[in-house]
Each structure stands twice: as structure tokens, then as C-alpha cells.
């Protein structure tokens, strides 16, 4: 296996920086050599410094994304941090009586654990009312494992059990030890490639957002850019959700906090 020296790992540091606005710390380095090794092997290349080149070099889009991919992939599970879910049906009630659909934006969503939480309590608390969930993230790969809706019982323990009856499809035989999400509920969810880092693509404004557990991996400026772009896409009076161990002090101003973890837009 290539070792990866301190020079090439500050090349990368910088690749995933002007790719996603990632600051990856030095403890990261060996995360770094160990999911890029194969990539190395796949694309013959004697060192990383020799990677790094190829992803500069401008003619291979594609092995950028898998690199993008390989760098930013973070495992979740269903009802994550849920005193938000408890927000979120508590928000989506008053809905029920509205044209309108009551939309939320998952928007680092990874494999789609907390998309496909945030549609169970929609489900559940709207019914037949209309209500929308999107899904984003900037990794190719996870995206297509979301749309799946496959996933180990191991990350799907906090799913009510109600839910797991109503919404889920416990694998038998081959698939035993795994769980599909209903197709009813996959069809009401979408996702899209959504890089946080840039301009955001033209969305219809949401009644709540998620951004939970990702700004960790910003530093400050990246953070204040991150959070300014996607609250223009939240509806006054919207909820924002954040992870419990991040907070917007000295990010923004914009938005009222209202509980820890959970702000709204005036």
C-alpha cells in the first residue's frame, strides 16, 4: 500500500477545500491514504502526488467525483438527534389545512437516513395533505444509495416501531439483517447533487431545513457562506436544524434561536 507523505496530503486537504469547503485536519490523514488507495491501484498510479495531478489535469471529471465522493462520505441512521423530528411534526401540523405543500430540505442528506425520517413524520402527521422532501448532498454515491433505500438494521433502530411496520420491508433470506423503505414513501422523496460550497441551484422556498452534523467539517468563513446561502432558501418563520454539537454563534445573525439546535427565520 502507498504511504501518503505530509506535502501530498496538504494537496488533498486543498482539493476537497475548493471542491466542498472541507477542512480536513492533519488527524485525517490516514483516513485520507486509506480511502484514495484504490483509486491509486485503479488508475496505476505509483503516488498520490501522481493522483493529485490527474485530478488537476482538467480531463477526468468523472475520477473528480469519485474522489469528491470517497473524501466526503459520512455514515448516519434513521431519527438522528430526535428532538427534531418532535419539532418537525410539531411545525407540519398547522399544515394540514394549507394548499400549500409544507416542504423540507435534508440538505446534507448522505445516504438518506434523515430524508426518509423527516417523510415518515410527514407521512405520518399530513397524510394525504401536501408535503415534499428533498434531499441533497454532493456525493454522487450516496445519493444513488439513497435513492436505494436499502439499508443495514443496525443504522434503523431509532425508527418507531409503528413506522417500521407502516414504512419498511424487512428483508427475508439473502437480504436478511436489512430494510427497505417502502416505495410508497421513496416516491415522495427526492434527492439531487447539491454542492453547499457554491451557489445553489434555483429551489422553491422550504418550511424547514436540516443542516446537521456537516459544518463541522467547515471552518469559519466556509460556515457563514454555507448558512447565508441556504437560509434565503428558508420561508419566514422556517426552522433551521442544526447537529446538537454545532452552533451558529459568530455564523449568523439572521435567525432567532429557539431551542438548542433549532433556530427560525423571523
Known sequence: MHTISDNEFGLFQRFIYDAAGITLSSAKKALV??????????????????YFK???SGQNG??????????TTNET????????????????????????PFRVWSAASST???AYSIAMVLADTL????????????????LQRARQAHYPMERCRQIPQAYLKRFCLKGIDEQQGTLLVDRSLRGRV???????????????????IFLRNVMIYFNGDTKRQVVARIIEQLKPGGFFCIGHSESLNDISTALHQVAPSIYRKP
Open 112 to 114: 438518506g437516513e434523515e
Open 127 to 142: 397524510g394525504d395533505a401536501a408535503w415534499e422532501v428533498m434531499g441533497s448532498d454532493i456525493s454522487t454515491r450516496v
Open 77 to 100: 441512521y434513521f431519527f438522528r438527534e430526535p428532538r427534531h423530528f418532535e419539532l418537525l411534526r410539531e411545525a407540519a401540523l398547522p399544515a394540514s389545512k394549507k394548499a400549500q
Open 33 to 50: 491514504c486509506g480511502r484514495l488507495a484504490k483509486r491509486l491501484q485503479a488508475c496505476n498510479l505509483g503516488s498520490y502526488a501522481e
Open 62 to 71: 468523472a475520477e473528480v467525483q469519485t474522489a469528491v465522493d470517497l473524501l
Open 190 to 208: 427526492q434527492f439531487m447533487q447539491v454542492n453547499l460550497n457554491t451557489a445553489l441551484p434555483r429551489l422553491a422556498a422550504f418550511d424547514v
Open 54 to 56: 490527474l485530478l488537476s
